[in-house]
C-alpha cells in the first residue's frame, strides 16, 4: 500500500496512511508448523475479529527507577523514557512480543485435508501507521459512532498475492489524532485466539511497551488438549429446522449496526421488576440477556408458533477436567442453550425466561459438559457437517470480564473506550456482544451491541427505551 492521503465520503477527517510494513519477531523463533483443536477448527471461526482501543493524550510515563531500551524489528534501539510516539512504542513491543507468540506471525492455512494448520515462518504481522487530522473528542472517542467513521482505524489484509502460503492471523493499525491521543486496531484470527486468549496477547503485548522484558503470563500453544473423540453415534441435530421461528425482515438487503447503553440504574430496575415478578434474583447477564433475547423477537417478528434459540458463550477456562494450563490462548468455549415458543418468550413472564437462562448455565458448568460439547464438534468435523446458525438463534458473548478497558497500558494509561467492529459472524444478526461501557461513561452499566435488518432496526430501539420506563407495569409485560 502507497503512501497517500484518503478522504472517506461523507466522514470528518483526512486519514493519512503510511505503507504497511512486516513486524518480525525481534529474535529467532521456532520454524515449525502447527496443528489446531476440535473448536479452532470450526468453520464458523475462521474470521478475522477487528477490534479498536482507544487512547487518551497524555505525556509519556517513563519507567521507575531508570530507562529501558528496546529494540525493533529492524535493528534499532530506542529509549524508552524518550519515546513518546505510539507507533515507536507498539511497534517494537510487538516485535518482542512476537517472541512469545512467534504463531502469530505465520501464516494460517486449511488445507486439502480439511485441516487448519499454522506455518510458523515468521512472515511477519503487517503493521499500518496512520493519521487522523481530527481529534478524538470530536468522534467522541469513538463511542457509539457509526461503523463507517471506526471502520477506517482498522484495515483488511487479504494476502491476494499469497494465497498458497495462506494468510496473516494477526494485523494492527496505530492511528495517531491531532490532539496526542490515537486508536490500536487489531484484526486477529478467531481459529488461533478466542476473547480471554486475545486479551492475553494484547496484554502482555502493553507489558512490554512498558518495560518488562518478558510477559508475566507465558503463552501455551498446545491445542492437542483439546482434540474430542468422535462419538460412537453418527450426529443428529436435536433442532428440526422446519420447526423453527421465521422473520419477514431475513434475509436481508440493508443492514444496520446498533450500540446500545445501558446504565447501572436501569439494570438495577429490571432486576427489582424481575424479583417482584417471581421472588427470585438474577445476575445482570441472565436480566439483561433475557430482556435482549425477548427484544430481537419482536423486531424481527417472527411467528410465535415457531421455536426460537438462545446460546450464551460459557468460557471453558476453571472447568475442564484435566484443567488447561495457564496461557492457554486458544478457543475454549462452548454454549449454553435454551430453546422456547416463540409464544412463550413473547407473551410469557420474563422471570421464566430467566430462569431458564439461569438453569442452562448452571448445566453448562460442568466439564462433562464441556468435553461432550467438544466431542460432538469433533464427531461433526469428521463427518464434514458444518454447525448450521438460523435466524431464530441468538448467540451472547459477554466481554465484559476480559478486562481490556483500562487494564491494557502502554504508557498512557488504559484505554478510555474498546469497541468491536462488527464482525461477519452468524449473518451479523445472530451474534450480540455485551461489552464495559468507556471510561467516559459516568453512570456505569454495559453496551449492548447487535445487527439488524435495516428494517427491524426502529422496533428494537423501541423495546430498549423501553427499559427506561420500568416503575411502569407494562414495561415488563
Known amino acids: 500500500m502507497a503512501n497517500g492521503k484518503i478522504k472517506t465520503n461523507n466522514l470528518p477527517f483526512l486519514l493519512e496512511k503510511k505503507e504497511v510494513v512486516l513486524v518480525k519477531p525481534a ?76 504463531p502469530l506471525a505465520g501464516k494460517l492455512k486449511r488445507d486439502s485435508d480439511g485441516e487448519l494448520r499454522l506455518n510458523c515462518n515468521s512472515s511477519g504481522v503487517p503493521f499500518l501507521s496512520a493519521s487522523a487530522n481530527c481529534e478524538l473528542s470530536s468522534l467522541d472517542y469513538l463511542d457509539g459512532v457509526a461503523v463507517e467513521v471506526a471502520k477506517p482505524f482498522v484495515f483488511d489484509w487479504p494476502d491476494e498475492d499469497d494465497d498458497d502460503d495462506g494468510r496473516h492471523p494477526l494485523i494492527l493499525q496505530v492511528t495517531k489524532f491531532s490532539c496526542g491521543g490515537f486508536t490500536v486496531g487489531m484484526g486477529l484470527s478467531h481459529s488461533v485466539c478466542d476473547g480471554p486468549g486475545a486479551a492475553q496477547f494484547y496484554r502482555a503485548m502493553a507489558e512490554l511497551a512498558t518495560g518488562k522484558t518478558e510477559p508475566s503470563v507465558k503463552p501455551v500453544w498446545e491445542r492437542e488438549r483439546l482434540v474430542g473423540k468422535p462419538t460412537k453415534t453418527p450426529f443428529q441435530n436435536h433442532i428440526d429446522k422446519s420447526s423453527l421461528a421465521t422473520s419477514p425482515h431475513l434475509p436481508f438487503t440493508e443492514i444496520e449496526h446498533g450500540c446500545f447503553n445501558v446504565n447501572r440504574e436501569t439494570i438495577k430496575r429490571l432486576k427489582t421488576s424481575l424479583m417482584k415478578e417471581c421472588g427470585d434474583e438474577f445476575t445482570t447477564i441472565e436480566a439483561l440477556s433475557a430482556y435482549v433475547w425477548r427484544s430481537r423477537f419482536r423486531a424481527l417478528q417472527f411467528n410465535s408458533d415457531g421455536k426460537t434459540v438462545f446460546s450464551l458463550t460459557v468460557g471453558s477456562r476453571g472447568r475442564l477436567n484435566p484443567p488447561l494450563p495457564d496461557g492457554y490462548y486458544g478457543n475454549a468455549f462452548t454454549g449454553a442453550f435454551v430453546t422456547m415458543m416463540g409464544k412463550d418468550l413473547n407473551e410469557g413472564p420474563l422471570s421464566r425466561v430467566c430462569k431458564l437462562i439461569k438453569e442452562s448455565k448452571k448445566i453448562a458448568c460442568s466439564s462433562d459438559y464441556h468435553w461432550n460439547s467438544i466431542n460432538m464438534f469433533e464427531t461433526m468435523r469428521r463427518e464434514n457437517i458444518k454447525l448450521e446458525m438460523y435466524d431464530a438463534t441468538l448467540v451472547l458473548t459477554d466481554w465484559r470480564q476480559l478486562g481490556l478497558v483500562e487494564e491494557v497500558d502502554f504508557g498512557w494509561k488504559g484505554p478510555v473506550n474498546m469497541i468491536p467492529v462488527p464482525w461477519r459472524m452468524f449473518g451479523y444478526v445472530g451474534l450480540c456482544i455485551f461489552i464495559s461501557p468507556s471510561t467516559l461513561d459516568l453512570k456505569g452499566g454495559l453496551r449492548v451491541l447487535l445487527s439488524f435488518p435495516a428494517t427491524a432496526m426502529a422496533k428494537f430501539k423501541e423495546e430498549m427505551d423501553a427499559l427506561l420506563n420500568l416503575g411502569d407495569d407494562k414495561a415488563l409485560a
Open 27 to 102: 529474535k529467532p523463533t521456532p520454524s515449525e508448523v502447527l496443528s489446531f483443536s476440535t473448536l479452532d477448527n470450526d468453520p464458523n471461526l475462521e474470521i478475522i475479529c477487528q477490534s479498536i482501543y482507544v487512547y487518551r493524550a497524555k505525556n509519556f510515563s517513563p519507567i521507575k527507577g531508570g530507562h529501558h531500551d528496546l529494540v525493533s524489528s529492524n535493528g534499532k534501539t530506542h529509549d524508552l523514557e524518550l519515546s513518546s510516539d505510539p507507533v515507536t512504542v507498539i511497534s517494537d513491543a510487538l516485535s518482542r512480543v512476537l517472541v512469545y507468540y512467534y
